[in-house]
């Protein structure tokens, strides 16, 4: 299955609901079980789908809240996709509402991602109420 543009939106929608919803079941669903996850590209990468679901729930289920994200574009060769993304979302170990500009690289095997890796810096909107 040679990967479409339409193919990959619908892939980043399913993982931007994911993200918004703080769903780690739905997050699994995109991903080939042998997956790697770079969230921090210079460092190792989560290993599996399994690992990825509970990065998910440490990561974005404990420790984020109101999460908003859109995707400012998309690019699409052959096995790959290139999405960039903005996001806002109370980071609850910090105390601070952040802004947070990403690129993401992924490549497909078939119809799900088979390795992910983030680029992206983040901004500090302020405190969180109550903080």
Known sequence: MA???????????????AWETQDAELITTIFTPEAT????????????????RRYWVEKVVRAQRNISCQL??????GDTAIAEWEAEF?????????????IAVLEF???RIRSLREYWA????GALEGR
Not at 44 to 49: H, K, L, M, V, Y
């Open 109 to 111: 095997d078939g119809p």
């Open 122 to 125: 983040s901004q500090s909107l």
């Open 3 to 17: 990967l479409t543009r339409e193919h990959a939106r619908e892939v980043l929608a399913t993982y931007i609901r």
């Open 37 to 52: 996850y770079h969230e921090r590209v210079m460092g190792e990468p989560i290993p599996n789908r399994e690992a990825i």
């Open 72 to 77: 400012r574009s998309l690019y699409v060769d």
């Open 90 to 102: 109370d980071d609850l170990d910090q105390g601070v509402r952040k802004r947070m500009k990403e």
